[in-house]
């Protein structure tokens, strides 16, 4: 995400740069940083992923995030368990009881 593109962002959620600054925890100056690419004497400034991610958060409605469901599983570890052979399955069963 690029400066311009930043900046977009929060044009097209009708914010000003200080409830940017509020709804992604950072200070107005740092969005102010992130808006024009450059710190004060030419320093790039590289938009952390972080923010990259609580934009798109943002932008989709997600207000708050509380840690994964204890049920739910990430696609990943599902796979993962599937892929485990049966024995080991049964040992792990056994291990956890």
């Known amino acids: 995400m690029k ?3 930043f900046k977009r962002w929060r044009k097209g ?3 000003n740069q200080k409830e940017a600054a509020d709804a992604l925890g950072l ?3 740092v969005v102010q940083y992130y808006e024009k690419g450059e710190r004060s004497g030419g320093k790039p400034v590289k938009i952390p992923r972080t923010v990259r991610l609580a934009c ?3 932008l989709i409605g997600v207000t708050d995030y509380h840690g994964q ?3 739910k599983k ?3 570890a599902k796979a993962a368990e ?3 052979p049966e024995k080991k399955k049964k ?3 056994e291990q956890a009881r």
């Open 13 to 15: 959620l009708n914010l």
């Open 69 to 71: 469901d204890k049920d």
């Open 82 to 84: 599937a892929a485990k």
């Open 56 to 58: 798109y958060a943002i």
């Open 91 to 93: 040992k792990d069963k």
């Open 74 to 76: 990430p696609e990943k």
């Open 27 to 29: 200070k107005r100056r």
């Open 3 to 5: 400066g311009h593109e």
